[in-house]
C-alpha cells in the first residue's frame, strides 16, 4: 500500500474514532456505529474500499436527517488481516458504546469476532456469509449475526455454472487461498463438480499473503491441462498471480470471484488479467439503475477509486443499520435483540442484493441472515484493464 493511500485511510480512521467516542445517548446525541475491518495486512484490499462505501452512506443517512433524528457517527479501526487484532478492536467499540459492529470482511478474522458481539448481543453485519458457521462448534451462529453475502456456495455455483454453461468445461482446476473463505470455495465447486460428472484435474492452495510465490501452484494447474481454472484467492494475491499464471504458461480461461474483481486487484494482473471473468455484484462502469445513485455518490467522494463489491457491502451495511435503528427509536447498545427483530422484518433493495431476512429460529439456522441470493449474481469481464459486465450472462439455476 501507498504512503498516501495509508495516510489517507488514517486520518479518516481518526477522524470517525474522535467523533465516535461519545457512543450513543437514549433519545438523543449521535449513535455510533464500530466497523472493524483490513485497512492493512493481507486482506487490506478488501477492507478499504468496504470503509469508503460505509463512509459514503454515512453521509447520505446525515444528509437526510440522520435516523429520527440523530446523526450517525462511523468509528474504524485496523485489524491489520489479524483475527487477536479484530477481537480486541470488537471488544473495544462494545466498550466504545457502539450499537453495531460492522466487519471483518474475511472468513478467517469473523468466526472469533462473532463470539465476541453475540455474548454481549450487539448487532454484527459482515459481508461474510454464514458458510464459516459449519465448523464451529454446534454448527450454530448467534442471532445478532446477519452476512450481506449469501451462502459461499452460491459463488462457487455460479463461477461453475460459467465455466459449464459458457466454455462447455469437462476438466476443471481449482486454486485458491488457505484460508477459511478460499477452502469453502474450493469444497463446494468440488461438490458442484461431482454431481455434474466434471472432473476436478488438479486443486491448489497457497498463503494468501501478498509476497507469497504462486509459481509451483500455477505449473501443476497447467500440467494437468484444465479447461477452466477456477481463481478463489481472497484479497490482492488473485490479481498479482493472473500475471504468474500468465508467465508459466497458463492459457486455460480464468473465472473469479468477488475478490478478483476490484480494480486495484486486476490491475496488479496487468495485461495478464485480460478477459478475466469475475462473479460479483457490481461495475462502476457499467451500473444496473438500483445502483447509479450509489456509484455517482461513492465517485463524488473519492474520485480516485472505483465503487466496486466491497465499497458496495460497505454501504449496504450501513444503511441496514440505519433501516432498522428507525425502527427502534431511542436505540442504544442494549436493543441488540430489537434490532435483530427489525431486520428479520425488513425488506430492502441494496446495491448488492434485495435483502430478505428470515427469522432465526434455532442457532443451527445459520443461512436465515444471509443476505444474498443466486439471482443477485452478474459476471464481470476484464476488458483491456476495464472492468465491463461480460456479454454472456448464463442463467444459473
Not at 5 to 27: D, F, M, Y
Not at 220 to 239: C, S
Request: aromatic fraction near 6%.
Amino acid at each position: 500500500m501507498s504512503r498516501v493511500r495509508t495516510s489517507t485511510l488514517a486520518i479518516l480512521a481518526t477522524s470517525t474514532l474522535l467523533a465516535g467516542c461519545a457512543g450513543a445517548s437514549p433519545e438523543s446525541g449521535d449513535i455510533m456505529i464500530g466497523m472493524s475491518t483490513s485497512t492493512t495486512g493481507a486482506f487490506a484490499a478488501i477492507g478499504e474500499p468496504a470503509v469508503r462505501g460505509a463512509q459514503t452512506a454515512v453521509d447520505e443517512v446525515n444528509k437526510n436527517g440522520g435516523v429520527n433524528g440523530r446523526k450517525i457517527k462511523l468509528q474504524v479501526l485496523d485489524d491489520a488481516s489479524d483475527p487477536t487484532r479484530a477481537v480486541a478492536n470488537t471488544r473495544r467499540l462494545i466498550a466504545d458504546g457502539a450499537v453495531a459492529v460492522l466487519g471483518p470482511g474475511t472468513g478467517n478474522t469473523v468466526p472469533q469476532t462473532v463470539a465476541v458481539t453475540g455474548r454481549e448481543k450487539v448487532l454484527h453485519i459482515s459481508q461474510i456469509g454464514p458458510n464459516f458457521a459449519e465448523k464451529l462448534p454446534n454448527r450454530s451462529l448467534p442471532e445478532t449475526y446477519f452476512g450481506t453475502a449469501g451462502d459461499v456456495a452460491l459463488w462457487a455455483q455460479a463461477a461453475f455454472c460459467y465455466a459449464e454453461q459458457v466454455h462447455d468445461a469437462r476438466r476443471i482446476a481449482i486454486v485458491h487461498t488457505r484460508e477459511a473463505t478460499g477452502t469453502l470455495l474450493a469444497d463446494a465447486a468440488e461438490t458442484f463438480a461431482d454431481k455434474a460428472g466434471i472432473k476436478v484435474v488438479e486443486t491448489q492452495s497457497v498463503s494468501p499473503d501478498t509476497t507469497t510465490d504462486t509459481s509451483v501452484a500455477w505449473k501443476r494447474v497447467d500440467e494437468a491441462q484444465p479447461d477452466v481454472v477456477l481463481n478463489f484467492m481472497v484479497g490482492a494475491i488473485g490479481g498479482a498471480s493472473l500475471k504468474t499464471a500468465k508467465e508459466v504458461g497458463v492459457e486455460a480461461p480464468t473465472i473469479g470471484f468477488i475478490s478478483n474483481g476490484q480494480h486495484t486487484v486486476q490491475q496488479l494482473a496487468g495485461e495478464a488479467g485480460h478477459g478475466n471473468i469475475t462473479v460479483g455484484h457490481i461495475t462502476a462502469e457499467d451500473p444496473a439503475s438500483h445502483q447509479e445513485q450509489f456509484v455517482q455518490r461513492f465517485q463524488a467522494k473519492f474520485p480516485d477509486h472505483r465503487a466496486d463489491d466491497f465499497a458496495a457491502y460497505g454501504y449496504d451495511s450501513v444503511l441496514l443499520t440505519a433501516e432498522a435503528l428507525k425502527k427502534v427509536p431511542g436505540a442504544s447498545q442494549k436493543d441488540g435483540p430489537k434490532l435483530v427483530k427489525a431486520l428479520e422484518e425488513l425488506k430492502f433493495q441494496g446495491v448488492v442484493a434485495h435483502y430478505d431476512f428470515e427469522t432465526m429460529k434455532e442457532p443451527s439456522d445459520i443461512f436465515a441472515h444471509a443476505g444474498m441470493s443466486l439471482s443477485d449474481l452478474i459476471f464481470i469481464e476484464n476488458v483491456g484493464g476495464t472492468l465491463k459486465r461480460s456479454t454472456e450472462q448464463p442463467t444459473c439455476e
